[in-house]
């Protein structure tokens, strides 16, 4: 029975109310117990909501401050990191580029670097001749090398003394060259016969040494010996083995070129004359 029912039993009633009064009491009386109780819950209720709101808001601040604490101590790390790492602090190694070279002087006819003990000119394929330079055979070149072989023949290596390859125009190694790219094509010719005007036997200073039948020295007691003794005439090996990208040719086991006394620093150092120059070297710019 509700508030509602209880007034309308009152009014209808009314002329027994001692009656109805005795009759509803225990009701109104568990009627306001039942309500104090309901209100007692919703004080409770809105009490543990306020209390949840409050967790809720701290818990919320609480993560977001060791969100930040975490990206700030994460920031610093990767920093820390990236300062301390090795890496951070490694250079890579680079090609070097044409500038970063030593640079040979031109003097229109030959480029040359000075040595320690006097001029040094310089042919490859970065580095050309004027094609009206000819100094023919130098006296100097030429008495060392019969030196050298005349020692080889001594020693009992089937060379020689009267044979080689020494002195060549322009236009002699122009046509040498056209006849062997007609044999072999542009790209393997270029491995191993320059092109007018970028051959060191124009400059009087390269030899190829022949054996007694004529042909390129290959012998490999002979070509060993010259590798080893070259310098001690004043010559070095020109192009090593291995070395095709610093020198522009195959190795050439026969082909020696005339430096004079830097020669013997040169083999010391194990290095091509471009690499003990610092002088650009390996193919043709086109």
């Known amino acids: 029975m509700n508030r509602v029912s209880i007034v309308c039993s009152t009014k209808i009633k ?16 568990k009627l306001t117990r039942y309500s104090r109780n309901i209100q ?18 701290e818990e919320k601040e609480v993560k977001q401050s060791s969100s930040t ?4 101590f994460s920031t610093r790390t990767r920093s820390q990191v990236e300062e301390t790492s090795p890496s951070s602090h490694f250079t890579q190694e680079t090609p ?14 030959y480029y ?40 080889m023949q001594s020693l009992g290596y089937a060379v020689s003394t009267t ?8 236009e002699t190694q122009a046509d040498l060259y056209q006849s062997y790219v007609a044999k072999d094509g542009k790209d393997n010719a270029d491995r191993y016969s320059a092109r007018a005007g970028y051959s060191e036997h124009q ?37 090593l083995p291995g070395k095709e990208d610093s020198t522009g040719y195959m190795p050439e086991s026969w082909h020696i070129r005339y430096i004079g006394e830097e020669a013997s620093d040169i083999y010391q150092s194990g290095q091509t004359l471009e690499e003990y120059f610092d002088l650009p070297g390996g193919g043709y710019e086109d």
């Open 112 to 151: 040359s670097v000075q040595g320690k003990y006097g001029e040094i000119i310089i042919v490859n394929k970065k580095h050309p001749l004027s094609s009206d330079y000819v100094p023919g055979e130098v006296p100097e070149a030429v008495s060392a090398f019969h030196e050298i072989v005349t020692k």
């Open 69 to 72: 604490s975490i990206v700030a």
């Open 14 to 29: 009314n002329g027994r109310g001692k009656v109805f009064e005795e009759r509803t009491g225990p009701y109104r009386e």
């Open 163 to 170: 044979n080689y390859s020494g002195f060549r125009s322009y």
């Open 96 to 109: 070097k580029s044409a500038s970063a070279f030593t640079k040979a002087s031109f003097n229109g006819s």
């Open 40 to 57: 007692k819950v919703l004080v409770s209720l809105s009490l543990f909501v306020l209390v949840a709101c409050v967790s809720s808001k």
């Open 203 to 239: 400059t009087g200073l390269a030899y190829d040494v022949l054996d007694s039948s004529g042909a390129l020295l290959t012998e490999p007691g002979a070509t060993q010996w010259l590798a080893e003794n070259a310098h001690s005439y004043g010559f070095i090996v020109r192009y």
